[in-house]
T-cell receptor, first 115, second 110 residues
Framework: KAGVTQTPRYLIKTRGQQVTLSCSPISGHRSVSWYQQTPGQGLQFLFE???????NKGNFPGRFSGRQFSNSRSEMNVSTLELGDSALYLC??????????????FGPGTRLTVT | GESVGLHLPTLSVQEGDNSIINCAYS??????FIWYKQESGKGPQFIID?????DKRQGQRVTVLLNKTVKHLSLQIAATQPGDSAVYFCAEVDTGKLIFGQGTTLQVKP
């Protein structure tokens, strides 16, 4: 079974631009979560989607948004990029959210560099 | 807000020795904890989990201990191997979200 895939793997953008990252969950998984990982802040939860609906959201500004499609694939978008948005963005999928089982499977991440 | 922290940023052990990675959490209401391993260039990988109604849980070469009295979590790795070299994160579940600690880098010396 294929794992979680994220595209692109690496991305360089300029301040003020916007970016869209894509995540394809494991086949059959319907919940997708996004995390930002930086050396200073560690792994921080961005949001979670299930059945095309955002179930949960972390403490990030409105410039960070996401969506989920009917096939469970998810995208996240960051508008008006800032230097501090440079990070590894990780996507994780699970069968269903919660249910007492948080065995999430992470993708390799997208490394975003903002210059 | 609540946070999960690890005691040491780096742990260096000899191959074959046992490793113990510690984590302190602050939310006494947390009832589910997970350990993840992250190798260079990869996303975190689930290792083992434990619920608050348990004190200990064992997996293959790994054991997680939970001390709710002092809000402390530990991951023990038996007979540490070079392939265990990675960053280890503890995480707690808080209102449906995973809250991660900062991570401990485990270095295995041959």
């Amino acid at each position: 079974k294929a794992g979680v895939t994220q595209t692109p793997r690496y991305l360089i953008k300029t301040r003020g631009q916007q970016v869209t990252l894509s995540c394809s969950p494991i086949s059959g998984h319907r919940s997708v979560s996004w995390y930002q990982q930086t050396p200073g802040q560690g792994l921080q939860f961005l949001f979670e989607y299930f059945s095309e609906t955002q179930r949960n959201k972390g403490n990030f500004p409105g410039r960070f948004s996401g969506r989920q499609f009917s096939n469970s694939r998810s995208e996240m978008n960051v508008s008006t990029l800032e230097l501090g948005d440079s990070a590894l963005y990780l996507c994780a999928s699970s069968l269903v959210p919660g249910q007492g089982n948080y065995e999430q499977y992470f993708g390799p991440g997208t490394r975003l560099t903002v210059t | 807000g609540e946070s999960v922290g690890l005691h040491l940023p780096t742990l260096s052990v000899q191959e074959g020795d046992n490793s113990i990675i510690n984590c302190a959490y602050s939310n006494s209401a947390s009832d589910y904890f997970i350990w993840y391993k992250q190798e260079s260039g990869k996303g975190p990988q689930f290792i083992i989990d434990i619920r608050s109604n348990m004190d200990k849980r064992q997996g293959q070469r790994v054991t997680v201990l939970l001390n709710k009295t002092v809000k402390h979590l530990s991951l023990q790795i038996a007979a540490t191997q070079p392939g265990d070299s990675a960053v280890y994160f503890c995480a707690e579940v808080d209102t449906g979200k995973l809250i991660f600690g900062q991570g401990t880098t485990l270095q295995v010396k041959p």
